[in-house]
């Protein structure tokens, strides 16, 4: 394979890339590195604001892959149009799950313990003690059953859960149990005491959690969103909220970053996390072996993992 490939970190910081590739560093800054149109495989900067990862892609017409550092795919769509067909979009299945099942514990059991709470209680020196209610004996749905979900259940296993339902596009059966089609959701909704959203966000998945959804819920139960903000309507969320009659706890929003004048902030029953689902240690080392795998095939001319759609409209 000849061309170069754009990474969003140096070349020398990543072990074991293959020899004979040309390779530019480049991580959102205002020149480019070289000419976009030499570009043969795009990994786009990690965590940058909206648009910032798509500027190049209308000049990158020797594309042959565009590879994400996110299990999402959504922050490239608008770049796609852009592209020539055959060009293969890949993400970044297996980079996040450990990480982001960590922070979906994590909100769970601070929502359903009050933790907030007792660190508002701490800053004022009040002892705020009393009953809350565990994980233990829960009924967990997750929704969006991929890698993540997979990882989010692995972690749920000790907490002795009394049961975990898993919703996905389409059914199949894994190891732990079926996997519901979206289709089942509204029948599955009820029974849940938390809820784990973990869907992309697509065309179906946006405005998901609207307020018929939200009407199926048992009182008291707990909403996690560590997917993307869009795929709740939080207009919807919010009345709901305001009632009492459910808690959430969010990593993403809609709109985000939230302004700080939004009424989400103050809302009862809500907990709030800066979209800290994938930025943490585990990251680096998981990106790099990823990228090193990834350009080690495309040097070879083998196929790509994580291939997730191909230009021309194949979904793989």
């Not at 809609?254 to 800290?276: K, N, R």
Request: hydrophobic share 40%; aromatic share 6%.
């Amino acid at each position: 394979m000849t061309g170069d490939v754009w990474l969003p970190f140096r070349a020398d910081e990543i072990p074991d890339l293959p020899q004979g590739l040309n390779y530019r560093f480049w991580n959102g800054e205002p020149d480019f590195p070289a000419d976009p149109a030499d570009c043969a495989y795009y990994v786009v900067p990690y965590m940058k604001p909206p648009g910032l990862g798509v500027r190049p892609m209308p000049e990158m017409t020797s594309l042959r892959a565009v590879q994400t550092l996110s299990a999402g795919v959504d922050h490239v769509q608008g770049g796609l149009k852009y592209l020539r067909p055959g060009v293969q979009l890949c993400n970044a299945r297996g980079v996040h799950d450990a990480s982001t099942a960590e922070l979906a514990l994590t909100l769970i059991l601070a929502s359903l313990r009050g933790i907030p709470d007792f660190v508002r209680g701490q800053d004022r020196g009040e002892w705020r003690g009393g009953f809350r209610p565990a994980l233990a004996d829960k009924h967990v749905l997750i929704v969006g059953y991929g890698a993540i979900g997979g990882a989010i259940e692995d972690r749920l296993t000790p907490f002795e859960v009394a049961r975990v339902a898993r919703v996905a596009r389409s059914a199949r059966t894994t190891e732990r149990g079926p996997v519901h089609p979206l289709t089942e959701l509204p029948e599955l909704l009820p029974e849940a005491d938390v809820v784990i959203m973990v869907t992309p966000l697509t065309e179906d998945t946006r405005g998901l959690v609207n307020a018929e959804f939200l009407a199926r819920l048992k009182d008291g139960a707990l909403l996690v969103n560590v997917g993307r903000g869009p795929v709740v309507d939080t207009k919807a969320l919010l009345a709901e909220l305001e009632t009492g009659r459910i808690t959430a706890a969010l990593d993403v929003t809609d709109p985000e970053p939230l302004p700080q004048e939004h009424p989400l902030w103050q809302a009862p029953g809500v907990l709030i996390s800066p979209h800290v689902g994938g930025p943490t240690s585990a990251f680096l080392p998981r990106a790099k072996r990823l990228l090193a795998a990834q350009l080690t095939r495309f040097a070879a001319g083998e196929p790509l993992e994580n291939v997730v759609l191909t230009i021309d409209g194949r979904s793989d």
